[in-house]
């Protein structure tokens, strides 16, 4: 079952703060987060495996709630090239050799 | 490095024929997964592997089949095409998702 994002877009000027949720009805082992530009392949951001565990990339961070099954990504002073379609992945326990299952995505817009 | 390599990167079918998407790593990486993307649904996985070998279903494998001879290589076969094929098809590896997926350019197939 899909990991449920929220919001569906974003539409922020240059300089504001966006924070990107992603929910799993299921327990975690961890969860991925990836950007991806149009017409361009998914990459990488970052991978939360503890519960509680805070990563950060850039202006770009992200926690993990393990209890909550909840992960969130926090965009700190969103520039133009923040603009995309954020996804998140996860894991179930036992690991990732079963494959990620990912969201719908968050589109999010930048505007000078 | 090359990275993650697939070929072709548009195709265009008739409903009915076979093909074999290509996709090939150089990063010595055994986590490979092949994932299609389709407009509001984000990225849904058809077939994963975890080495030379060993292949699984995802969650959406109907039509599809893999094979792992080498830990390089992980084509996808359409056995016979259908127009609900249709989409972007992306191929992924990752070296047990430590460093998290590294995702091909795509291919952008069309059934007609």
């Known amino acids: 079952q899909q990991p449920v994002q929220s919001p569906q877009a974003v539409i922020l000027r240059e300089g504001e703060d966006a924070v990107i949720n992603c929910s799993s009805s299921?327990?975690?082992?961890?969860v991925h987060w990836y950007r991806q530009k149009h017409g361009e392949a998914p990459v990488f951001l970052m991978i939360?495996?503890?519960?509680?565990e805070q990563k950060g990339h850039d202006k770009i961070s992200a926690s993990f709630n393990e209890k909550k099954q909840q992960s969130s990504l926090y965009l700190t002073a969103s520039q133009l090239s923040y603009s995309g379609t954020y996804f998140c992945?996860?894991?179930?326990?036992?690991?990732?050799?079963?494959?990620?299952?990912f969201g719908k995505g968050t589109h999010l817009i930048i505007q000078p | 490095n090359a990275g993650v390599t697939q070929t072709p990167k548009f195709q265009v079918l008739k409903t009915g024929q076979s093909m074999t998407l290509q996709c090939a790593q150089d990063?010595?990486?055994?986590?490979m997964s092949w994932y299609r993307q389709d407009p509001g649904m984000g990225l849904r996985l058809i077939h994963y592997?975890?080495?030379?070998?060993?292949?699984d279903q995802g969650e959406v494998p109907n039509g599809y089949n893999v094979s792992r001879s080498t830990t390089e290589d992980f084509p996808l076969r359409l056995l016979s095409a259908a127009p609900s094929q249709t989409s972007v098809y992306f191929c992924?590896?990752?070296?047990?998702?430590?460093?998290?997926?590294?995702f091909g350019s795509g291919t952008r197939l069309t059934v007609v």
């Open positions: 592997s975890v080495g030379a070998g060993i292949t």
């Open positions: 299921k327990a975690l082992y961890s």
């Open positions: 939360l495996l503890k519960g509680g």
């Open positions: 990063m010595n990486h055994e986590y």
């Open positions: 992924a590896s990752s070296y047990r998702m430590v460093g998290g997926y590294t």
């Open positions: 992945g996860t894991e179930p326990p036992g690991g990732g050799a079963d494959g990620l299952t």
